[in-house]
């Protein structure tokens, strides 16, 4: 007799849940013109999202979640990481799973899309007063047919100059920062892109996207979501 094919349903209405979190406050917030020029993107055959910063060594793996920000008048003042540890040999590790914005009002968190595995980390936080501007992720490159991780790490820095260490996996190299969001405009928002949950070789998060708003009468109006060009 054949199986009833509803777990899967439920399975992957479950998955859909945590990849894919409802609308964002994007309309409520305005953007920075900092990505006109997004060398990052365009080196992935992307179109730039204005407003966004980019760094150059995401992988292509998974969806990239909705775009979540920080309430009006907010901005990132800090991040942690969900992070899953190494699940010895023959597992599947998943590296890097989610990445959440502390804002600097000190009640609110954002996140995009977020994997299924690992624990929250402890947030690390600018000096009071500072803001994120820019970041590079910790990326480990596909290694064929063996377990692939994608992120396994995160560093972003402060307005002041201070370099926030994500408390990830020593996994893989180091890329470029990202551009910096400029002495008018600081991040606000988060986009990740996740490879879904499947029975061989899970990816975890496997790209970032920062995006960054004014704070003194800068930027593109109100957009319902970061315009590309």
Same mark, same amino acid.
């Given at each position: ?27 409520? *917030?305005?953007?920075?013109? @900092?990505?006109?020029?997004?060398? /990052? /993107? ?50 599947? +590790? ?13 009640? +609110?968190?954002?996140?995009?899309? @977020? ?22 992720? *910790? ?8 377990? +692939? ?31 910096? &969001? ?5 991040? &606000? ?7 879904? %949950? %499947? ?12 995006? &960054? &708003?004014? %704070? ?14």
């Amino acid at each position: 007799m054949a199986l009833s094919p509803r777990p899967w349903v439920a399975l992957v209405a479950l998955v859909a849940l945590v990849a894919l979190p409802g609308p964002s406050v994007a309309s409520k *917030r305005q953007l920075c013109r @900092v990505s006109r020029g997004d060398r /990052a /993107a365009l080196a992935r055959g992307e179109p730039p999202e204005l407003g966004a910063v980019t760094v150059t060594n995401g992988e292509p793996w998974g969806q990239w979640g909705f775009p979540q920000f920080c309430p009006p008048g907010a901005f990132a003042s800090g991040f942690r990481l969900k992070v899953q540890p190494h699940q010895g040999f023959f597992r599947d +590790d998943t590296g890097l799973n989610g990445v959440q914005l502390i804002c600097d009002n000190s009640t +609110d968190t954002v996140t995009s899309s @977020v994997g299924l595995y690992g624990s929250w980390e402890s947030p690390v936080l600018c000096p009071q007063g500072e803001f994120l501007t820019s970041f590079r992720l *910790r990326v480990e490159p596909s290694v064929g047919i063996r377990d +692939d991780t994608a992120a396994t790490d995160m560093e972003a820095t402060c307005a002041g100059g201070l370099v926030l260490q994500g408390k990830g996996l020593p996994w893989g190299e180091w890329g470029a920062w990202s551009r910096s &969001c400029g002495s008018s405009c600081r991040i &606000c928002g988060i986009r990740t892109r996740v490879d879904p %949950h %499947h029975f061989f070789d899970t990816k975890g998060l496997t790209d970032l996207r920062l995006y &960054c &708003c004014p %704070h003194g009468g800068y930027g593109w109006g109100q957009p319902g979501t970061p315009r590309t060009p």
